[in-house]
């Protein structure tokens, strides 16, 4: 009885190794699976950010061939695109736009976002819904009217119709901010309007602070938009070339040099350098604002 016993406990005990061994085993090949599969989506999506720089860097017989590296390394592709065009100043012009845009978003966006989120008033919901249906009028339907009005104020061409509409803010940004802000707890709130702290105060000093990520979110959302943004430059200030954005210049570029691949792919990758270092460094506060606004409501 006893040696069956034994030998019963040492067939389990094989059974038992056999089966972590096959467990870890298929869990190897699960992670492989995945990594693998994750490695190739990401050299789909890579390839054209490095064809770009791998082309930025070659001279323009090069640039011809089907050669993946350059051979020997033109750095000086990058002067040439300031010396032949006033990249500089088309930059400076879409920083601007792009930095008082997202001071507009930010500051226009979070007193709404409050008063939905954390005030209670009749139609409240209301509001909100309505505010959420104007996300889904189209662009094209408000662009004559809207041009009409900027030409009426003489603002056409300038800075101002790019820059105007941001302080006015989205709703997007406060649909984002909305839901950050009712993740926050109500008890928060109640402490501090029983020491006597105002609504403004209450906002600034309180819920402002807390939602650093949601708000970094919106601001970093406006940012990308008025920096990649060609169709409203184009719109409002075309006629004036000492306003000319990246956008406008990288299209005036193209029919200077659209026969000079590497040129081309210089300007571009100048392009998008500044939104590749600003998602590099922020991505962290980025993601976290995103994905906690729905935490709540």
Known sequence: MSIMTAD?????????RDARRKKKWNNFLHMVGN???????????????????????????????????????????????????PFLKWTLNTLFVSLMGTIGTV??????????????WKGRHTTFII????????????????YII????????????LIVPS??????????LR????????????????????????????IVPLAKPAISAIALFAFLGSWNDFFGPLLYIV?????????????????????????????SALFMAPVILIFFFSQKVFIEGVTLTGVKG
């Open 8 to 16: 019963n406990r040492a067939r389990l005990e094989a059974q038992s």
């Open 35 to 85: 990594h693998s599969l994750l490695i190739a989506l990401s050299a789909i999506f890579i390839m054209p950010l490095y064809l770009v720089i791998v082309l930025s860097l070659m001279s323009k017989g090069q640039a011809e061939t089907r050669s993946l590296w350059p051979h020997p390394f033109v750095w000086h592709n990058y002067v040439e695109v300031f010396t032949a065009v």
């Open 107 to 120: 500051v226009s966006s979070v007193p709404p976002a409050y008063v939905l989120s954390r005030l209670q």
């Open 131 to 146: 505010l959420l249906s104007t996300m889904m009028l189209p662009g094209q339907v408000t662009m004559i009217p809207v």
């Open 150 to 161: 900027f030409s009426k104020l003489h603002w056409i061409p300038s800075f101002l119709p």
């Open 167 to 176: 302080f006015f803010a989205s709703a997007f940004s406060i649909f984002l």
């Open 179 to 206: 839901q950050f802000f009712t993740s926050i707890p109500d008890e928060i709130s109640d402490a501090a309007r029983i020491d006597g702290c105002s609504e403004f105060k209450l906002m600034m000093r309180i």
């Open 239 to 267: 006629e004036n070339e000492d306003l000319w954005t990246l956008g406008i210049g990288l299209n005036a570029f193209q029919g200077i040099h659209h026969v000079d691949k590497n040129m081309m792919m210089t300007a």
